[in-house]
Structure formats: C-alpha cells, structure tokens
C-alpha cells in the first residue's frame, strides 16, 4: 500500500522524490532513474528497464532480478569464423577469442518448452534437476552445470521433477558476457 501511496503522490505532485531503499523491488516499481551504488560507488544511473537488460557491471547484474542472474565462467574459443563460449561439456555462440569469462543468464531467458528447445537448438544445454519450486503460474527449476548451481523460470506446465535429465534452452539474445578480472559489461 506503501508503493501505491507514494506512486501516487508522486504523479499527482509531478516533483521529483528522492527515496533511498536497500528492496529493489521498490526501487524497481517506483523509480524513473535507479542509482545503484556498491560499497558508496556509483555503479549504474539508469532507467529500471535499461539496469534489468542492460547491467554495466557483474554487480548489477546480479544485483538486479529475483532470482538473480545466473553466472558461470566460461572460455571463448575461435572455431574458424565462428567464435563459443565453452563451459563444462556445452559450447554456445559467444566472443573474446580465447579468454576466460563470466556469462550471464536470467532464470527467465532459459526455457525447457520443446518449441524453445527447436528454436535455440545452438544454444541447448541438458543438466539434471535437483530442486522444484511452484510459485503458481510459473516453476524455478535449479539444476548444476559445470559444477555452478543455476535457476531457470519456466512455465507451471512443466513436466520436469527433480531427479529428471533435462534439456534447457538458452534465448542467445539474452545471453550477458562480462570481463572476469575487471567485472565490466563486454555485451548485453
């Protein structure tokens, strides 16, 4: 009622309001510009929108979205003109020839649909399910790859249970690539 009430006033007075919150939900719903800060540095000024899809940083990144964005380190190799990012036994279309970096996905860019699955057949990883989560009309499914425990939001019909191999499609334009040693955004 808090959110809604200060929404509102906020509209009907048109003045800018200034208001500091630890819940990103908040900060999400409420504000036009989001300043995230990190140990009293500025990380990122930018519109919700623009930090959920485009993070500058590892910290923003997972800093923004519930559940957080998943990370795994992964090695860019040149394969002709090709170039992949490499992490555990799976090989998907990335850059940075030959460095080791952190790719991020969120939980809701990964989808276990069959048509997903056909559609992003580059980017298909399998792992095994060891936790099931029902939140209603969606399921976090968590399941390990490469040794890193990840999250992924699919559809309530879902017939996956834990236990289950699964194939688990990655949307590749979703897909974040940041620098291991400096933390910064090499694409969105």
């Known amino acids: ?63 923004i979205g519930s559940p957080q964005m998943n990370f795994i380190d992964a090695v860019c190799k040149v394969h002709g003109e090709e170039v992949r990012l490499e992490f555990g036994d799976f090989s998907i279309d990335g850059g940075y020839a030959d460095k080791t970096v952190v790719m991020g996905i969120r939980p809701d860019d990964i989808d276990d649909s069959q048509i997903q699955i056909e559609t992003y057949g580059d980017t298909v990883i399998e792992a095994d399910v060891t936790g099931y989560e029902l939140l209603g009309s969606e399921v976090l499914l968590y399941y390990t790859v490469a040794g890193v425990n990840m999250t992924a939001r699919v559809d309530a019909r879902t017939t996956a249970k834990i236990g289950d191999h699964i194939r688990l499609a990655l949307d590749p334009e979703k897909i974040h690539v940041f620098d291991k040693e400096s933390e910064l955004t090499i694409t969105n």
Not at 22 to 41: F, S
């Open 1 to 63: 009622q808090m959110r809604a009430g200060i929404a509102s006033l906020h509209q009907r007075l048109g003045a800018t309001i200034i208001y500091v919150t630890h819940d990103q939900t908040e900060a999400m719903t409420l504000g036009t510009r989001i300043v995230v800060l990190k140990d009293g540095v500025i990380q990122q000024v930018d519109t919700p929108k623009k930090l959920y899809n485009e993070p500058q940083n590892l910290f923003v990144a997972g800093f």
